[in-house]
């Protein structure tokens, strides 16, 4: 399987669930990316995992938690959300190192969740 | 405040036409610049880039216009075709030093090409 994947694609829960969306690239990348989109709204990043290390997490609440066990893993464990946090939430991965073409990043299809 | 703008929600063209989908952006310190390509229930697709020191990449049908002393950029697809209807996202990056950039996007534009 090539490209970066997504599971699951579309995922209900109730506010008091704890679910887990996962990421895999098999693109050999070493940068992943967690983002979210809502409605009229620009992608939105969440968290950036370079080498497994976090390098960035944009002021994301608690409730969400990555975890990257490998350059080629990234989860998102979500416990206790609220219904605004129903969006599509796209994992990306992009090539380390370097400028200009190195920074281009290539997302999964998606995971649509919606919080009851 | 959007430091990435796309002022067109959305543009509709006659198939065989040039669209033109246009991108603002506020910081100068950007350096790289992408467009995305996204169809409904799929993540958003990469189509082109350029950095900022050129002026104009191309790449089959399509065509990125860089204008710095402007702040702007806008993508050419020329001709149109059915299958480009989708929604464009541009991106934007900083070279902060480290080994990623991270990008900053646009609302989008979605572009209708009617047959």
């Known amino acids: 399987e090539t490209g970066v994947t997504q599971t699951p694609r579309h995922l209900v829960m109730g506010m008091t669930n704890k679910k887990s969306l996962k990421c895999e690239q098999h693109?050999?990348?070493?940068?992943m990316y967690w983002y979210k989109q809502s409605a009229k709204k620009p992608l939105e990043l969440m968290f950036v995992?370079?080498?497994?290390?976090?390098?960035e997490n944009n002021s994301v609440p608690s409730r969400f938690s990555p975890e990257c066990p490998n350059s080629s893993h990234l989860f998102l464990h979500l416990h206790t959300l609220q219904p605004e946090d129903s969006a599509l939430y796209l994992c990306?991965?992009?090539?380390?190192?370097?400028?200009?073409?190195?920074?281009?990043?290539?997302f999964g299809p998606g995971t649509r969740l919606t919080v009851l | 405040d959007q430091q990435v703008k796309q002022n067109s929600p959305s543009l509709s063209v006659q198939e065989g036409r040039i669209s033109i989908l246009n991108c603002d952006y506020t910081?100068?310190?950007?350096?790289?610049f992408l467009w995305y390509k996204k169809y409904p229930a799929e993540g958003p697709t990469f189509l082109i880039s350029?950095?900022?020191?050129?002026d104009k990449n191309e790449d089959g049908r399509f065509t990125v216009f860089l204008n710095k002393s402007a702040k702007h950029l806008s993508l050419h697809i020329v001709p149109s075709q059915p299958g480009d209807s989708a929604v464009y996202f541009c991106?934007?990056?900083?070279?902060?030093?480290?080994?990623?950039?991270?990008?900053?996007f646009g609302k989008g534009t979605k572009l209708s090409v009617k047959p």
């Open positions: 990306a991965s992009s090539p380390s190192g370097g400028r200009g073409a190195g920074y281009t990043q290539y």
């Open positions: 693109l050999g990348h070493n940068a």
């Open positions: 995992y370079n080498f497994k290390e976090q390098t």
């Open positions: 910081n100068s310190m950007f350096d790289y």
């Open positions: 350029i950095s900022s020191i050129k």
């Open positions: 991106a934007a990056s900083i070279d902060y030093g480290g080994s990623q950039g991270n990008l900053i």
